[in-house]
């Protein structure tokens, strides 16, 4: 991960202030350089918006003809950021880094923009210019805010399908994506395939960075990112199937430094995502280093939500009692498991846990309408055995249960107002109830939960939803089939949740429509079929 200069935090954090303040970039190449062909082919993006900034993302591809000085060396791209799409009324420009040490790639920290406003950008390098996005700031803290309106999506495997559903996203009239993992798949094929992806096993940064490009260049997932901003987490595929904090899972080729393959996965995620250089906390050496890559947050939607994006992979736990002491996941009857209930055990690592309960006291003090919890997987119990017996799934919350307690303890201690847990992974629909102890069928709901389906990715149909749904009453509706995303309207008083799920996957013109409808009312924890 070396190239023919050094860059440390320190240097990051000043280069996305300076490209932010639109400021001269000293020792990198500007002018006009001669390209050829279009550097902007990745398409461009926004993220990580606040009430008064929002990050710009584009990364150059140069063709391989390029001289090798050019290839080699950091550029300066241009930028700007306008009222109207014609760029005839600019509201801040300048120049920002795209340095060969990350790809190339260009965040752009634009600061000091005025709250609850929407905006259009563009990047320039020579004679080129990319496409124009689409982006917003939030609310202010303590504005009265009527509406937000998201999109929740997940699990986005090239070789399952065409990423159609991005295309009739754009149509959802939206203020925020929530993408909750599983961005790229490391895997190099499979059976049935729709579409073949290039290049085999993902293991090293030059094999990231192009699994990144290839699902990039993808017209509908380039047009969604320029539509609003996005809010991003990961889950495990962007890395390898099922690893858990630094332990490996077991799929694919080995390697003999699943240190050094996380800390690749992890800064070709930062080079492809529009988050902040402040997430690499010890710069790229740190990552080599195993320092964290800090992609947890939260975000304040003026007074109508606080929204908090969670990591459920870097610090986790490794899985325990899977079939035959192999490393990764299995279902597990949690009787044959001593560790299973192990306290000491985290899905989100101890820090992140603290910081969790500081912030949700905050946001509990300031009142906010709702308080949406955005992360990787299905937050509620899921017994997938009929009677006294149990069967788990060891990888997600589950499986650290624990840890889902203090969780569910901290909403009620905090008395959170209006919980609303969204989350993904498990290529599947389920909505239900949080429950303060799910080991208890009469106990309370606290909030609720919205588990997204897939973009694209496989899973098993619906011939045992119903015996899943009887075995675990908490949840109101299932379905194993269809793929798509989900949109959630917040307004003051209630909010709606709607599935909308593609007709075909394997089509690229697939047409959409709504699978089921959802409405919850604020102050009162229950789903009701719309």
């Known amino acids: 991960m070396s190239s023919s200069f050094s860059v440390g935090r320190r240097e990051l954090l000043q280069w996305a202030a300076v490209a932010g303040a639109g400021?001269?970039?000293?020792?990198?190449?500007?002018?006009?350089?001669?390209?050829?062909?279009?550097?902007?082919?990745?398409?461009?993006?926004?993220?990580?918006?606040?009430?008064?900034?929002?990050?710009?993302?584009?990364?150059?591809?140069?063709?391989?003809?390029?001289?090798?000085?050019?290839?080699?060396?950091?550029?300066?791209?241009?930028?700007?950021?306008?009222?109207?799409?014609?760029?005839?009324?600019?509201?801040?420009?300048?120049s920002a880094p795209a340095l060969a040490e990350l790809g190339h790639s260009v965040h752009v920290e634009v600061q000091g923009l005025p709250s609850d406003r929407w905006y259009f950008y563009r990047f320039l390098?020579?004679?080129?210019?990319?496409?124009?996005?689409?982006?917003?700031?939030?609310?202010a803290a303590d504005a009265v805010v009527s509406r937000l309106r998201l999109a929740y999506a997940s699990c986005q495997?090239?070789?399952?399908?065409?990423?159609?559903?991005?295309?009739?996203?754009?149509?959802?009239?939206?203020?925020?994506?929530?993408?909750?993992?599983?961005?790229?798949?490391?895997?190099?094929?499979?059976?049935?395939a729709v579409r073949v992806p290039t290049g085999g096993w993902v293991t090293t940064l030059d094999d990231?960075?192009?699994?990144?490009?290839?699902?990039?260049?993808?017209?509908?997932?380039?047009?969604?990112?320029?539509?609003?901003?996005?809010?991003?987490?990961?889950?495990?595929?962007?890395?390898?199937?099922?690893?858990?904090?630094?332990?490996?899972?077991?799929?694919?080729?080995?390697?003999?430094?699943?240190?050094?393959?996380?800390?690749?996965?992890?800064?070709?995620?930062y080079e492809h995502m529009?988050?902040?250089?402040?997430?690499?906390?010890?710069?790229?050496?740190g990552l080599a280093s195993g320092a964290e890559m800090r992609i947890y947050d939260r975000l304040q939607y003026g007074r109508l939500a606080s929204?908090?994006?969670?990591?459920?992979?870097?610090?986790?736990?490794?899985?325990?009692?899977?079939?035959?002491?192999?490393?990764?996941?299995?279902?597990?009857?949690?009787?044959?498991?001593?560790?299973?209930?192990?306290p000491a055990r985290s899905m989100l690592g101890r820090k992140q846990e603290r910081w969790l309960e500081a912030e949700l006291g905050k946001a509990a003090s300031k009142d906010s309408h709702w308080n949406v919890l955005g992360q990787p997987s299905l937050f509620g119990q899921r017994d997938f055995r009929a009677g006294a017996a149990q069967v788990f799934w060891n990888d997600g919350w589950d499986g650290y249960s624990a840890a889902r307690t203090r969780l569910?303890?901290?909403?009620?201690k905090h008395r959170v107002a209006n919980p609303v847990l969204l989350g993904g992974d498990v290529h599947e629909n389920w909505v239900g109830h949080v429950k303060s102890d799910y080991a208890q069928a009469a106990s309370p709901a606290i909030g609720v939960e919205f588990c997204g389906t897939s973009i694209t990715s496989r899973s098993g149909g619906n011939e045992k939803i119903a015996q899943v749904l009887a075995e675990n009453p908490h949840f109101v509706f299932a379905d194993s089939e269809r793929k798509g995303y989900g949109v959630v309207e917040f307004t003051p008083k209630?909010?709606?949740?709607?599935?909308?799920?593609?007709?075909?996957?394997?089509?690229?013109?697939?047409?959409?429509?709504?699978?089921?409808?959802?409405?919850?009312?604020?102050?009162?924890?229950?789903?009701?079929?719309?």
């Open 23 to 94: 400021m001269y970039l000293p020792g990198i190449a500007s002018g006009q350089p001669r390209l050829a062909g279009d550097p902007f082919t990745l398409g461009v993006a926004s993220g990580s918006p606040t009430h008064d900034s929002v990050v710009l993302w584009t990364r150059l591809m140069l063709e391989k003809d390029q001289s090798p000085r050019l290839s080699a060396q950091p550029l300066e791209v241009r930028w700007e950021v306008a009222h109207d799409e014609k760029f005839s009324r600019i509201v801040q420009s300048g």
């Open 125 to 139: 390098l020579g004679p080129a210019v990319s496409g124009t996005g689409r982006t917003r700031t939030l609310p």
């Open 157 to 192: 495997r090239w070789e399952h399908g065409h990423f159609s559903a991005w295309r009739h996203m754009r149509e959802e009239n939206l203020d925020l994506v929530m993408f909750l993992g599983d961005y790229i798949y490391e895997y190099p094929n499979t059976g049935h």
């Open 208 to 269: 990231y960075r192009q699994r990144y490009a290839l699902y990039k260049s993808d017209a509908n997932l380039q047009a969604m990112h320029a539509t609003c901003p996005w809010l991003v987490t990961w889950d495990d595929h962007e890395v390898q199937n099922d690893y858990a904090g630094g332990t490996e899972g077991l799929s694919g080729v080995p390697v003999s430094d699943f240190a050094a393959r996380r800390a690749a996965a992890y800064q070709a995620f």
């Open 274 to 285: 529009p988050v902040r250089a402040s997430v690499l906390t010890g710069a790229l050496a």
């Open 307 to 342: 929204l908090y994006m969670l990591d459920a992979r870097q610090y986790k736990d490794v899985q325990v009692c899977t079939r035959d002491g192999k490393n990764g996941s299995s279902t597990v009857n949690p009787s044959i498991c001593p560790a299973w209930g192990d």
């Open 408 to 412: 569910t303890d901290a909403l009620q």
């Open 494 to 530: 209630r909010l709606m949740t709607t599935l909308r799920v593609v007709s075909d996957v394997t089509r690229e013109d697939s047409g959409i429509e709504t699978l089921a409808q959802f409405s919850v009312r604020a102050g009162r924890p229950l789903v009701e079929k719309a």
